[in-house]
């Protein structure tokens, strides 16, 4: 089982920055895929990027491509997504999410399909003011 906590949500102007971490708990981190999403209010929770098992492929949504970097240190057991050029669009609470995939497929990479993800942290809250 592993147990996912996110970090480093906060308020900051348009075009700040901010770096979001994800601690996971559980001996088997590096055999999972990792995935950010987001859910703002009155919205439905949508995919932002993910990471697979290595760190060596990623995935962003059109809306952050560009701007926003999600990257792994499978030796500290944390995920991170670094997020510059905020929008106030971005305002949302951001969740992370583990994806046992790999652990069925060696080739396995990664998902947007938020069903697939079977572990979900509580959620960290992004606010980015105009």
Wanted: aromatic share 12%; glycine share 10%; charged share 20%.
């Amino acid at each position: 089982h592993v147990r996912l906590a996110e970090s480093g949500g906060g308020l900051v102007q348009a075009g700040g920055s901010l770096t979001l971490s994800c601690a996971a708990s559980g001996r088997i981190f590096s055999s999972y895929a990792m995935g950010w999403f987001r859910q703002a209010p009155g919205k439905q929770r949508e995919f932002v990027a993910a990471i697979n098992w290595s760190g060596r492929r990623t995935d962003y949504a059109d809306s952050v491509k560009g701007r926003l970097n999600i990257y792994r240190d499978n030796t500290k057991n944390m995920v991170y997504l670094q997020m510059n050029s905020l929008k106030p669009e971005d305002t949302a609470i951001y969740y992370c999410a583990a994806d046992g995939g790999p652990l069925l497929d060696s080739n396995y990479d990664y998902t947007r399909n938020s069903t697939l993800y079977d572990h979900w942290g509580q959620g960290t809250q992004v606010t980015v003011s105009s």
